[in-house]
Every structure is written in C-alpha cells, then in structure tokens.
C-alpha cells in the first residue's frame, strides 16, 4: 500500500509589483485539492520533471494543497540515456568536479573497486571528517572543505561532488521531512546500471552517530546511522530531484541591485532571488524566485523568499503525533502538582499521561528501544502506586 502524506505550500507576493517564481509540479501527487494560479509555462527539465514558471502580481499569490507519495526509489529507472548520464556527471557551481576533487575522491576509494563501494567509502569518509553546523555560514563544496562543517546541503553537495569526480551519476535531492512545518532536509542518490538510484543520507548518518539525542523526541523516525547508505527512513517527500536546475524561461541576473535576502556560496556574496547560479536555482525548495527590489523592503525574511509550507500525516499516525504534546504537558503539570500536594490521582495521571506520551513514539516507530525501556519502568512505577492505594 502507498503511503502518501498532504503537502500546503503558500507563497504570497506581499512586497513586489511582480514577482516571477519558478516550481517543480510534484510528480506524484494522488490528488491536488487546490491550485490557486495557473503556470504562464511548463517546461519538462532533465530530471524528468516539470517546472512551473509562474509571474505574480502584487498580493497575488500560489497554493498547492496536494497529497503525494512518501519518497521512496522503488520505481526508479534502472537504466540511463546518455544523455542523462552526463547531466548527472555535470560540473556546477555548488558540486564543482575538478582536480582536487578528482584527486580527494580517488584517495578516498584507492582501495575499492566497484562503484556501490567506492559510493560508500564517500559516505564513511564524509560522516568521519565533517561536522553538521544548522545555519551554515556559507554554502557550496569549496567552503565546505575548508570550514569542515556545514549542514544537510554542503554534506549532500560534496557526496555529489566526489561521486561524480569517480564518473558515478549522482544528484542531490531537495526536499522536507514529511512532518511539520518547513523542515526542510537535502539529501542523495548515487546511480549503478541495472540496479537504479540507490538513497544516501550523510548528515543523519553523522547525527545518528554522533549526536543521537539530537532526534530523541522528535516525529522523525531514524534508523542506525550505516543504514543511511541504501535507505532511509521512509519519512520524508522530494520537492527537486537535483540541485543547480536550469530556470525557462531564461533568469537575468541583477547585478547591480542592493542585494537583500545574502547568502555566502563558496566565499562570494549571492543575492537570492535577485542572482542566479549561471542560470540555475542553487536549489528549489520548493521554489526560486526573481524580485526588483523596493528600497522601502531592503532586507526580507525568509517567508518572503521561500514561503511557507506544512505536511500533514494521516490517519492514526497524525493522531498519534497530535497526542503527543498534550499528554507530555499533562504529565508534567500532574507531577508538580502532585510533587507540592501529594495527591494519589495526580500521581496517577502524570503516569498515564507519561505512559500514552511514551506509547505515541513507540506506535510511530520511533527510538523504540528506549521509549520501551521508560514505558517498562513508568508501567511498574504506576502498578506500584495502584498496587499501595
């Protein structure tokens, strides 16, 4: 059985006297419940998806509420055109292919043979020798191997980088975790012939080994940090199935204009939604954007370039998460409650309230090893009071 989560993605044009924005129209969507502007036009990209070209007047606005697969690379093609190859292989701005790429991405696999080990082998040398920082100070693979940090992107920017320095297609996909409110995560694919797109996820596999705490009540699922070269969690949905795509029609850059929304890639200043990388988004998530700048607006928040957009589960998983929050303050309020009072039935709801808290991650699949170990304790712990009453 599919499963599918519902997408709401709103971009409004609060500032500008027009706006022009670029999308990716989700290639999987089940069902659209409401598409508020028609694209000016189409164009079918590389990737085998359609981007959406789009010009918004002042308080115009786009709202896609649509319901989509969860990410998954089971119908994949096994197989690539030539011309596909080489679009995987390609040199960019943020995943450069040069010689000391070439000459690092060698060092790393002088041991290994066969693509699929030698993709690995990336993937163990990345998660050793770099460091997960959320905001990075700059964006791109230059800054990334001189700064040894950064965050989903510059991990999944080099994996693509070294990969493809090794004559391995690789892409660097663009996404969310399918929970919440703008969670944003980047991660890859590497390609081998006859077997397809295989998924790889550098920045969990780092925080899974390093920083395992980091997702300890959260509503992702996770999986052993090894893991994360081959699979993933199932959790999450794909908004661009590669970073750096050619915007149609045609950006123009504004050189010359105040830039308002800065982001530093590879050492240089880059205007987001003013300047483009030789044409191309540096990545849509899920949309770019190109703006003439109001000097009453010099600075704008995120919303303003990015939008905003929420995933919603179904059904009794949502439910679960939904129960989450109130059952923790429930127990939390009960207990120092009951810590000043001394009361029987306070303490036996701040222990129901705990357990159904603990039961929710346990029912989602998540971290259920030591959500089961409280639950074991906090079930003994309320028998015990039930048990001397």
């Known amino acids: 059985m599919t499963k599918t989560v519902t997408v709401d993605f709103l971009y409004k044009n609060e500032l500008f006297n027009q706006l022009q924005l670029w999308m990716i129209i989700p290639p999987a969507i089940q ?24 010009i918004l007047n002042k308080n115009e606005y786009l709202h896609l509420d649509y319901e989509v697969e969860l990410y998954s690379t089971k119908n994949e093609k096994k197989t690539l055109t030539e011309e596909e190859r080489d679009f995987y ?20 696999t002088f041991q290994q043979e066969n693509a699929k080990e030698k993709a690995r082998a990336i993937f163990h040398y990345i998660v050793k020798n770099y460091r997960y920082v959320y905001p990075p100070s700059c964006r791109g693979v230059k800054s990334f191997l001189e700064l040894k940090e950064g965050d989903c992107g510059e991990f999944s920017f080099l994996f693509t980088a070294l990969c493809r320095a090794l ?17 944003a995560h980047v991660w890859n694919e590497f390609f ?49 199935k590669d970073a750096e795509i ?23 200043n880059f205007g987001w939604g003013q300047q483009s990388l030789n044409g191309c ?6 949309i770019y954007i190109k703006f003439e700048l109001n000097e009453s607006h010099s600075t704008l928040s995120v919303v303003q370039v990015m939008g905003t957009w929420t995933i919603q589960e179904h059904g009794f998983k949502q439910l679960l998460a939904v ?21 029987f039935y306070l303490e036996v709801t701040f222990k129901l309230s705990f357990i159904l808290f603990l039961l929710c ?10 959500f089961s170990i409280m639950l074991l304790f906090m079930s003994l712990s309320l028998f015990s009071t039930l048990d001397g009453r």
């Open 323 to 343: 129960l989450k929050k109130p059952s923790l303050i429930i127990a939390i309020v009960a207990m120092l409650l009951n810590f000043i009072v001394q009361n």
């Open 281 to 286: 988004a540096p990545y849509l998530q899920p």
């Open 167 to 183: 004559n391995i297609p690789a892409r660097t996909v663009v996404g969310s975790w399918a929970y919440g409110e703008m969670n």
């Open 246 to 268: 050619k915007l149609l029609p045609e950006y123009k850059d504004d050189e010359e204009a105040i830039i308002a929304a800065p982001m530093n890639i590879n050492g240089e």
């Open 31 to 54: 069902s659209v419940y409401e598409m508020s502007t028609i694209p000016v036009q189409v164009t079918e990209i590389p990737t085998g998806e359609q981007l959406a070209y789009y």
């Open 89 to 108: 292989l390609r040199n960019t701005m943020l995943s450069p292919i040069n010689k000391e790429m070439t000459k690092l991405a060698q060092e790393i």
């Open 361 to 370: 991650f346990i029912l989602r699949m998540e971290r259920m090893i030591i």
């Open 192 to 240: 081998i012939e006859g077997k397809g797109w295989i998924p790889v996820d550098t920045s969990m596999a780092y925080m899974q080994k390093k920083r395992p705490w980091s997702f300890l009540g959260s509503s992702i699922k996770t999986i052993y940090w090894k893991k994360y070269f081959g699979k993933t969690e199932g959790q999450r949905v794909v908004f661009s």
